[in-house]
């Protein structure tokens, strides 16, 4: 049974930052697509970075520069560092894994429970 758990999230000011955890088990992070992503009430969720072990990092481009995904595959966990953390940030953040990436949360079978992420001005 795969079971992601999601932490880290919490309120923080604007140039903040935060670092969240996704734990991982049933399934090994060396060989799955691992990725965040994030939702605000009433719209997509859309994704904000993903990272597989025989590619590089991919990210959304709002998040580019200010966010860095990485896996420590010994602990099975994902992380996701976020600096000069913005309010446009505030959102509901889920980890998610695939066998290969893809850009569709459609293509994710396996969520995590989300953590909050509230960014004030």
């Known amino acids: 049974q795969v079971r992601l758990v999601e932490s880290g999230g919490g309120s923080v000011q604007a140039g903040g930052s935060l670092r969240l955890s996704c734990a991982a088990s049933?399934?090994?992070?060396?060989?799955?697509?691992m990725g965040w992503f994030r939702q605000v009430p009433g719209k997509d969720r859309e994704l904000v970075a993903q990272?597989?072990?025989?590619?590089?990092?991919a990210y959304a481009d709002s998040v580019k520069g200010r966010f860095t995904i990485s896996k420590d595959n010994a602990k099975n966990t994902l992380y996701l560092q976020m600096d000069s953390l913005e309010p446009e940030d505030t959102a509901m953040y889920y980890c998610a894994a695939r066998w290969s990436c893809g850009s569709s949360p459609a293509d994710f079978p396996y969520w995590g429970q989300g953590t909050q992420v509230t960014v004030s001005s």
């Open positions: 049933g399934l090994a992070t060396s060989a799955y697509c």
């Open positions: 990272t597989a072990s025989a590619s590089r990092p």
